[in-house]
């Protein structure tokens, strides 16, 4: 990590996470919802922005304290809606009794939990590789179910 990171919020890595932000999971959602054949292009144009934030932060020594708050959330605001859209989209599969909400309600829970966590630590909280793995794996998993699609659709 760098030394001395910005306090600048306007950035071009912010403004890019910023993007992610705004339009990353409605765009996605309603393409998933009118035309899910062409949706997974989509989403990986949104994981490839959130590689592009990072990249830019760092070789443009950008890095800031706004970018370690951001970015994170704009990752959750992309996989979050999606996850639960794939929950509820998937009720009439699964046994009505027994609804499976525990993994979205766990996921936005931890991450609700790591935004308070962040929000209130008195320094710095860089990314960690348990962080990018997860969220990498997210990424995988939205994508495989996105390239097939049909499960959803009755």
Known sequence: MQEKL???FWTVPNIVSLLRLIF???????????????????FLFFVAMDWLDGFLARLLKLESRWGMILDPVADQFLVLPIIWYFWLVSIPVVNEQAL???????????????????????????????????????YIG?????LGGQWTKF
């Open 6 to 8: 910005t306090d600048n």
């Open 142 to 146: 939205i994508l495989l179910i996105l």
């Open 24 to 42: 990353g999971a409605p765009i996605t959602l309603i393409l998933y919802h009118n035309g899910y054949e062409y949706v997974w292009a989509v």
């Open 100 to 138: 499976v909400i525990e993994i979205p309600l766990m996921l936005t829970v931890r991450e609700i939990l790591m935004l308070i966590m962040r929000l209130w630590a008195k320094r710095e909280v860089p990314a960690i590789f348990t962080g990018k793995l997860k969220a990498v794996a997210e």
